[in-house]
């Protein structure tokens, strides 16, 4: 297993592969959640040790928790199990973070005051917290409305984050209790994917993003259009990609069945003309747009206010085409100040890299990624040239996020005024 702090190769789009994570569980009814997180992080490629305190196990068994993770649960700091007795030490030393999943409002003021009573609370106040040995602790929080909007709850939370922890949630809806309102523990998966983002490095902190993805969907008549088989899938990897590394970041998305990814801004439309009118606004106030949309090259110049029908005579409709607005190059063409810095996106079906330097000229942009279109569309895994104007870099084949963060590392590298 890596040493804590290392950063993990970039090669595994799971996100967590050979991270070691201590799971807590306090007292609360969302300790259920907590199962489906621990098999979560499991597939995330984490190994899971999970502490739980005696109002946890009244919710959920240790039993369901170690079969869910193969290994032992600790309740207790008297465990004899530790060699020198001292689980309190010893079960942080070799983790890479400490998750506290769900937190009570009881256990948010152990913390706020540095207690010490049970095993759990134990571990968070001695784990170690010196630069290259840190044991990063991130705590979602689970309770009441009204216990998360007491002011000595707010206050037990702002006194933990500015000693360093990292609260997670709390989510907004239907409470265990009957009640509406803040204070539901986030969902497992989104515990586990905030997980995976606080490990990935913050290339781009403080900046923004725009991104376009998806087809474009151009319509014939009510039911007809001109599409494309584009998945959206790279460019929702390079919308995660970029959050993940610290970005805010707004995606434009063509018709597509992806989900958000999370933090993410998206804004659904349909057509080329729409994508335009959608990310013209926004260009300006981000500091990177990257077009990966595929942009229908033509739309009918005129959309049927009904559906077209078959009369029987055989004769078929004539389409008069016009072509689309080119969205990068005028997002490219700018003046400086509302331009952000543009990333194209080239999937060729031969000479990717001939073809992409062809359009950066084009463009008018200062990097162009070529992939083999029919090869990518729909699939998981692609394979990226980026073509600048120092030469081309190849990014081997490899699962579409995994390719997207090494990307996002390449763009905060080239940004202007980057310290990357
Ligand atoms: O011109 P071509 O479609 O080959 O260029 C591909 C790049 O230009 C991609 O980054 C794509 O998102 C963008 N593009 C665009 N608007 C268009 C056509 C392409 O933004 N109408």
Redesign the pocket.
Known sequence: MPSPNEPMPAGDPRGLAGRHIVLGLSGGVACFKAAELAREMGRAGATVQVVMTEAATQFITPVTMQALTGRPVYTSQWDPRQPNNMPHIDLSRGADALVVAPASADFIAQLAQGRADELLALLCLARPQTAGRLCPLLVAPAMNREMWAHPATQRNVAQIVADGARVLGPAAGDQACGDIGDGRMLEAAEICLDLIAFFQPKVLAGRSMLV?AGPTFEAIDPVRGITNHSSGKMGFAVARAAAEAGARVTLVAGPVHLPTPRGVHRIDVQS?EQMLAAVLPQAPGHDVFV?????A?WRPVRSAGQKIKKDGSGQVPTLELTE??????TVARLPTGQRPWCV????ESEDVVKHARA?LEK?GVPLIVGNLGPATFGRDDNTLVLVDAAGERTLPTGDKLVLARELVAEIARRLPGSAN
Do not use: E, M, S
């Open positions: 376009t080329a077009a990966t949309a595929a942009v090259d689309n607005p080119d969205i990068l190059a194209g996106f080239a999937a359009k463009k």
